[in-house]
Structures are given as structure tokens and as C-alpha cells.
């Protein structure tokens, strides 16, 4: 396999971060120092101008770029790269006092005044006017530059407009998703309730905080539409910079499980995915552990959404952040674990949030490479140096990507209608929290899972989990159906196919869409409970069938329902045995099924209150595959046989790490690369390790043993 470098121009990894000599003119003996600690720490790329407008264009339309031109040949000539920012993150005062259009409208509908960041109203003709003109001048300038590495387009996109420009493009896309029939959305939304039917899209408010807020279709599609409009902005700034010359990767920087925007979509249009990764860590009531994983899962669903490539860490913070209740220092050694991190997921970036403490304004005392002390010699310049080395050390593994087998559906829509939905509880929906524990169960078999979308290409994968898949896109029933019968392990749960895109409930028995005969199965209720509520489910020693099952009288008899493909499942089935009779508590949620499939087998039944033997976790064979479903919410541990069940059916080797340590694999032209992370503070020693350590751990036999916050790169 060729290796799918980012930058041909850099060896190995980039290491980096935003860079603000626009704060420092009047120092150039900083600037120069800055240059000489850059490369002492190993520091390759730098990120320029993400909120220099001010400094690019002091007043409109008189643009001055010498200072930066001299500051990008200068980082140049002494090896180091450039990634430059559209300034767009933030707006100069005289532009805002001239063209208050580009200023945001609450969902109020409220103007907000000149100041901060982030907050421009990403349809204002005024505004993009002034964009084009700064980003065309930049490209001009500096696209052709032998340094320029790679445009970073605006900063951090975010946020909701509902100002009246954005109101008329909210009535043009509705409009237009809608075929231009006022009555198509009347029935998508559901407007007969309380009498909310519209008779013209002119008359639709966006979701003012003091307007229109209870018609669900109309919130997801207010989310659904402003992705788009904040993609059409990131779109417009693309076109712009590549009009000038079109073969320069752009990127934007994401953040973590941002709400806002469907990362999904947006990701389409940029070359690279790049994010933003601030772990908060050493708090007593979240272990570090938990933590790291968290982080686990978002690099690999930025991973996953071009699994052909690495991806980028585009900041990270040296010692701290500012911003946060508690702003605690990482311990020693934990800079270096949270780099190799985002690296071993697919990463082959490690940049900075930011190279230069800014001396005042309000992130003054938010962690930097250089400090306001000036000097190399502090322990947080002397661990960002230490990483620079271990990323030169393993610099033969950079362009190396993942490839994973298992996978995990997480989409925006669906986050957003469970959220929305006035349902279950408010305090436990936590669909975040689910399909990331189901991710850290994989992780603890060392089998790192994609996180994917219902609309992604599932073809290389021959596992995939579905947790609470509450909203079904168009077709996602059929793309299920053949992943099971050409030979998937498929996984769902409670709270699945409720509804349809545009939110209203299926008809006809839930989950919708074929699922039901996919997973042989119907559900009729789902019960919210207390946390002092105390259900139980037994996992069953030999898994039963629909007859033997013990449904009580007063539930509806099991029916089976008509399964299409084999009756017989393909599967030599994982010992349960090894379970025998064990009792299993049921948190937040219990699903009663209705009906299950005569060739459906219940591999758990309820084990008290008013569910009490009825089926709480099955299996069918459906075709080639299997389908499972999970109808309550339990620990993942205490359901961890059905994943190795669904990896042994696929094939997939796993193996029970450790605890506290994470292992992924990236693959090179002619070698591949396991990381082992000791995501803990104490020594930990992990057996069944064969290779060389290119950081130089030892290893004795087949044992590795990592230190505190230790890293490992096998090459095998
Ligand atoms: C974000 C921004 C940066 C900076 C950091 C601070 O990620 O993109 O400009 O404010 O937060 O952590
Ligand atoms: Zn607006």
C-alpha cells in the first residue's frame, strides 16, 4: 500500500501550532527567538493569521501583508512550514461599524455588538464581500509560496444565526427541500398540532427562543440547515482561495462532538479533516482512563470520516487551558501520551494551541510552548521538545492510515431528534455516552472500531453497532438488511427506528424500516426508569427460543414474525455458559418486545417487575449475518460476550487488554505500527507483544512493559 503522507514537503510528522507574530511586531527580537526554540523543540509547520485581519488590513481595502510575507520567508528559510488561516474567525472593528450585517442576531433575533469571536453571520453579502477581498489577497500573496503548506479556513466554525438575511435563506432552503409544496412540509412537520400549519414558506420563523420551538421536525431541520449555511460560508472561502490557485488542501478545525453542525456533511468539502483536542484530565470523579477514551473515540470518528488518509490534530494544549471551572496542569509525561494518542489513531499532525503565550487579553495565561518567561527551559517547553523527538523517532509511520473492521453509527440527526424528542428522560438519554461506552468495550478487546454514519460506505466493515438508531435515514433499512445478509454482525438496541428523517413516528411497529425482520423482533414499549429503580436481566445459560421463553399472560403472545434469508443461524455460538445464571442490572431503560420471531434466539430475559420473562437481549440469523438487539441499557461490561460473539463470527481476533491501555494499528507500505498507550499513572505491563519498540521501551519476552503515561510504537 502507498503511504497517503499529507505534506510530501515534510519528514515524518508535522509538529506545530498557531502562531500570533501579529501580536509581536514591535519585538522582533522575540519573533527571532521564537524561530531558534521552534526548531530546538523539533517544531516543523506553524500556523499563521487564524485572527490577524486586524494586522492584514488595518482599515478597509488597505492590505498590508509585508510583515507577514517576511515572517513566512524567514520560518521558511530556517525549515519550517506554513499552514495559513483565512482570518475570518474574527472581525475588525472598522469592519463591523461599517457593515453591522455581519454581525450576529441571537435567537432572540437580537443584534450582538462588536466583540469576541466566532459569532459573524455567515449570510451576510456585506461580510463575505470583505471576506473575498482579505482571503484573495492572502492567496495571491502567499499560495504560490514554496512554505504554504495548506489553507486552515476561518476558525472553529459554530453557532446559529437568526438575523433577517438568514431567516430568508431558511425560508429558500426549506423551500427548496421541500419541492416548493408549503403542504410537503406541513406534513413532515406535523403543523396540524395546535394549529401550526403554514400556508407559505414566507411565513416560517426560524426557532426563535420566544417563537416557534415545539414542532420537532422544524428544530432538526433548523440544525439541518445551518451545517449547511455555516458549509456554504466554509465553501465560499474555499472557492475564493482556489480561485486564485485551485490545488491547495484546505482544511477547517473541528471540535470534539460539537452540536452545532453535522461534522459529517461538512466534511465533504475539505480535503482534510483536522480538530480541536482539549482533554480535561485528573479530576477525582472521572478517571483519566475514561478520559483518554473519550478522546479515543473522537479521533477515530474524525479518522472515519476520510479513513483513506490521516487525519490532523490541529491544537492540542501545552500544559493547559484557560478557559475551563478548574484549569489544572497536565502531569509530567502526559503531554507526550496525548500527542502519540491523536498519532496512533491516524493523526499525522501534532499542532498546538499555541506556540507563544499572548501577553495580555483573555487568553494571556492559557498554556503555550514558550512561555512569558522566555525560555526553553521550563517543563512544559522540555515535554513539547521530548514529543518532537518521539515523533522524529517514529517519523517512518507517518502516512500510514487505520483499517478497521468494526464500526460504530453516530450521526448528527439522530443525536439531535433524541434530544429533542420529548421522551425517555432528559437526565439519562446520553446518547453520546452510549455509543462511546459501546466503543470502549472494543477498545478493551483491542479492536479499534470506526465511528461511521448511517450514509457512509460500510464495505469495509464486517461488524457495526447501532446504538439507540432512534432516526432512520430513507434507505438505511435495505443498506442494513444486505450488510447482515451478505455476512454482518449487526447491533441494535433500545430506542431504534422510532422515526422517520424528518422525525414523525414509523407506523406499523417499531423498529421500522425491515428492521423488525432483520432483528426478528417488534417492540412495543420503552419504560423510562429511576436511577433507585432496581431491574434486573438474566442472562440465559443456553439461549431459548420464542416457545420456551415464559411470556406472561397479560403481554401480547409472541408472534412470530415472517424472517426473510436462512432460518439457521451460521454462528457456533460463544459459551455462554461461562455466564451461567448471571444477573445483570438494567439502567435508564427497558424496551418491551411484543413479538419475536420463532427463529429469533433470547439469549436474556427480564428478570423482575413487569417485564419479568420476557426477551431482553436477542439474536437472529438473517442470511448470511446476525443481528442482535439489546432491549435495555445495561453496563457494557456486563454484555462484553456479545461483541467477542460478533468478533469471532466475523472473523476479527481480539484479545483483553490491560486496563488503562489502548492499542490501535496503522498500517504503512511495508510494515505496520501498533501503538500501545498506558492511559494510567501507574507501570503496566502488557503480554503478547512481538516487535520492535521504535521509542525504545523494553521488552522482555513477549512483555512490554509501558511507564506511567508510557507509549509504545511496535513496528512489525
Ligand atoms: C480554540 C481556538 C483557539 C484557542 C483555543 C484555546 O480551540 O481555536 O483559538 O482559543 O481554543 O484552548
Ligand atoms: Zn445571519
Known amino acids: 500500500m502507498k503511504t497517503k503522507k499529507i505534506f510530501p514537503q515534510i519528514d515524518g510528522f508535522v509538529h506545530g501550532g498557531d502562531y500570533n507574530p501579529d501580536q509581536w511586531l514591535d519585538r522582533p527580537d522575540i519573533l527571532e527567538k521564537d524561530i531558534e526554540y521552534f526548531k530546538e523543540a523539533g517544531i516543523n509547520c506553524v500556523t499563521l493569521g487564524v485572527f490577524a485581519w486586524a494586522a492584514e488590513e488595518p482599515e478597509e481595502g488597505r492590505i498590508e501583508l509585508d510583515w507577514l510575507a517576511d ?23 472598522w469592519l463591523d461599524a461599517k457593515y453591522p450585517s455581519a454581525m450576529r442576531c441571537d435567537e432572540y ?95 416560517i420563523e426560524p426557532p426563535y427562543a420566544n417563537g416557534e420551538t415545539a414542532l420537532l421536525g422544524m428544530n432538526v431541520d433548523w440544525r439541518r440547515f445551518s451545517t449547511w449555511s455555516a458549509t456554504d460560508f466554509m465553501r465560499f472561502e474555499i472557492d475564493t482561495v482556489h480561485a486564485v490557485k485551485p490545488d491547495v488542501p484546505v482544511t477547517t478545525n473541528f471540535m470534539e462532538l460539537f452540536y452545532d453542525y453535522d461534522y459529517h456533511y461538512m466534511s465533504r468539502f475539505i480535503d482534510y479533516i483536522s480538530w480541536d483536542n482539549y482533554p480535561e484530565l485528573h479530576r477525582g470523579t472521572v478517571s483519566d482512563e475514561k478520559t483518554f477514551i473519550d478522546r479515543s473515540f473522537e479521533h477515530s470518528m474524525f479518522r472515519s470520516m476520510k479513513p483513506d488518509r490521516p487525519f490532523m490534530m490541529m491544537e492540542s494544549a501545552p500544559g493547559l487551558v484557560n478557559w ?148 432512520l435515514h430513507d434507505g438505511i433499512g435495505e443498506k442494513i438488511a444486505s450488510f447482515v445478509r451478505s455476512g454482518g454482525q449487526f447491533l441494535s438496541t433500545y430506542f431504534t427506528g422510532y422515526v422517520d428523517q424528518t422525525t414523525l413516528a414509523q407506523l406499523g411497529g417499531f ?53 426473510y434469508g436462512d432460518t439457521a443461524c451460521p454462528v457456533s455460538c460463544f459459551d455462554l455458559n461461562s455466564l451461567t445464571g448471571k444477573s445483570v442490572a438494567v439502567h435508564d431503560y427497558q424496551e418491551l418486545l411484543r413479538e419475536v420471531a420463532a427463529d429469533t434466539d433470547i439469549l436474556a430475559v427480564y428478570e423482575n417487575d413487569y417485564m419479568a420473562g420476557t426477551p431482553a437481549i436477542t439474536r437472529h440469523a438473517f442470511g448470511k449475518g446476525c443481528a442482535y438487539y439489546v432491549a435495555a441499557r445495561t453496563d457494557q461490561d456486563d454484555i462484553r460476550f456479545l461483541y467477542e460473539e460478533m468478533l469471532e463470527n466475523a472473523g476479527i481476533s481480539y484479545d483483553l487488554l490491560p486496563a488503562g491501555i489502548e492499542k490501535t494499528t496503522r498500517y504503512g507500505e511495508t510494515s505496520a505500527y501498533d501503538f500501545y498507550l498506558n492511559c494510567t499513572a501507574k507501570e503496566v505491563s502488557v503480554p503478547g507483544v512481538s516487535g520492535t519498540d521504535l521509542l525504545g521501551n523494553p521488552l522482555s519476552g513477549d512483555t512490554l512493559v509501558l511507564p506511567a503515561w508510557g507509549a509504545a510504537v511496535i513496528k512489525r
Request: negative net charge; contains cysteine; glycine residues 6%.
Open 71 to 93: 515572517i513566512i520567508d524567514r520560518l521558511y528559510e530556517n525549515g519550517i512550514y506554513i499552514i495559513l488561516a483565512t482570518p475570518t474567525g474574527a472581525r475588525p472593528a
Open 109 to 203: 433575533g437580537v443584534r450582538a455588538h462588536h466583540g469576541l469571536r466566532h459569532n459573524h453571520c455567515m449570510q451576510s453579502p456585506e461580510f463575505r464581500e470583505r471576506v473575498k477581498a482579505i482571503d484573495t489577497a492572502l492567496a495571491k500573496r502567499f499560495a504560490n509560496h514554496p512554505g504554504m503548506l495548506m489553507w486552515h479556513i476561518s476558525n472553529e466554525l459554530g453557532g446559529y444565526c437568526y438575523c433577517d438575511t438568514c431567516k430568508k435563506k431558511w425560508q429558500e432552503w426549506l423551500a427548496e427541500q421541500y419541492d416548493h409544496d408549503i403542504e410537503k412540509l406541513n406534513a413532515a412537520w406535523w403543523t396540524g398540532f395546535w394549529s401550526h400549519r403554514f400556508n407559505d414558506f414566507s411565513q
Open 324 to 471: 475551563r471551572p478548574y484549569n489544572k496542569y497536565r502531569r509530567p509525561g502526559v503531554h507526550k501520551l496525548i500527542s502519540l494518542q491523536a498519532v496512533a489513531a491516524g493523526s499525522d499532525t501534532v499542532q498546538y494551541f499555541q506556540l507563544r503565550k499572548s501577553r495580555g487579553a483573555s487568553e494571556q495565561w492559557h498554556g503555550a510552548v514558550i512561555d512569558h518567561i522566555g525560555t526553553d527551559d521550563t517543563r512544559v517547553f522540555r515535554e513539547v521538545a521530548d514529543t518532537g523527538r518521539a515523533l522524529a523517532d517514529i517519523a517512518e509511520a507517518a502516512g500510514s492510515i487505520s483499517k478497521n473492521q468494526a464500526a460504530i453509527l453516530y450521526d448528527w440527526d439522530n443525536r439531535w431528534a433524541i434530544d429533542n424528542s420529548q421522551a425517555l428522560s432528559n437526565e439519562t438519554k446520553a446518547f453520546d455516552e452510549t455509543c462511546i461506552s459501546v466503543y470502549a468495550e472494543f477498545m478493551k478487546l483491542g479492536v479499534e472500531p470506526d465511528i461511521i454514519s448511517q450514509d457512509s460506505d460500510w464495505s469495509s466493515y464486517k461488524v457495526i453497532c447501532a446504538p439507540m438508531l432512534y432516526l
Open 511 to 563: 423498529p421500522a424500516q425491515g428492521l423488525s425482520e432483520i432483528l426478528g423482533l417488534k417492540s412495543e414499549e420503552i419504560d423510562t426508569l429511576y436511577p433507585e429503580d432496581n431491574i434486573k436481566l438474566r442472562l440465559l445459560d443456553l439461549p431459548v427460543r420464542t416457545a420456551e421463553a415464559g411470556v406472561p399472560e397479560w403481554a401480547a403472545p409472541a408472534q412470530p414474525i415472517v424472517p
